[in-house]
């Protein structure tokens, strides 16, 4: 009951570290609700974002993703995850830092990446070498996840619930929820 007042969680991280996941597993375990910023911004537009990325450019996209970002960092009880590149964006990143949420990086391996993401329809890893092109984004990304992170849980070679258990327990034992 306690945690629909409790300020948000925020999951930041790479495609395929498994925000939504265990997102989704850690809202129930805490009794809050969960929202999926990348599903949230489809339901609005009623579009998918590779249709977004398509009609507005990456540009565009990154415009209705801050939008998302600075309305949800607002909101109360909540399990929120965030698209994989919300970090690359400045003014995304000091929201991150100084709104009152908890933000919690799920890190995740160039190579585990790969293999949970070979056959999905992200618009960034529909190129020729989706491997190098993750390498690339995790080198450029990982220290501004680190950045706006309180907290950084690794995920590789964990299965998404087990991450999401000792989640549950870390935001427990840090007070960071009841
Ligand atoms: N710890 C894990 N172990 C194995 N598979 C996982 C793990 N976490 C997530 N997955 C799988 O990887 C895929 C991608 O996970 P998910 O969509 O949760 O990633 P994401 O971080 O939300 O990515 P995006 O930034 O693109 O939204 C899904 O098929 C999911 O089941
Ligand atoms: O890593 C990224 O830049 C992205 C990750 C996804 O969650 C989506 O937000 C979109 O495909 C872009
Ligand atoms: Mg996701």
Not at 16 to 36: I, N, P, Q
Not at 127 to 142: A, G, Q
């Amino acid at each position: 009951m306690l945690n629909k007042e409790a300020n948000p969680i925020f999951l930041v991280g790479m495609m395929g570290a498994g925000k939504s996941t265990v997102g989704r597993c850690l809202a129930e375990r805490l009794g809050m609700d969960f929202v999926d910023l990348d599903e949230e911004l489809e339901r609005r537009c009623g579009v998918s974002i590779p249709f977004i990325f398509r009609e507005e450019g990456e540009e565009g996209f990154r415009r209705r993703e801050s939008a998302l970002i600075e309305e949800f960092t607002r909101a109360k009880g909540l399990v929120v995850a965030t698209g994989g590149g919300a970090v690359t964006q400045e003014k995304n990143r000091t929201l991150l830092k100084n709104a009152p949420i908890f933000t919690v990086h799920l890190k995740v391996s160039a190579e585990q990446c790969y293999r949970r993401t070979k056959n999905s329809d992200r618009p960034l890893l529909q190129c020729e070498n989706p491997l190098e092109k993750i390498t690339l984004l995790l080198e450029s990304r990982n220290p501004l996840y680190g950045e706006v992170a309180s907290l950084t849980v690794d995920t590789d070679g964990k299965a998404s619930k087990r991450v999401a258990e000792e989640l549950n327990q870390t935001l427990i034992n840090l007070q960071v929820i009841k």
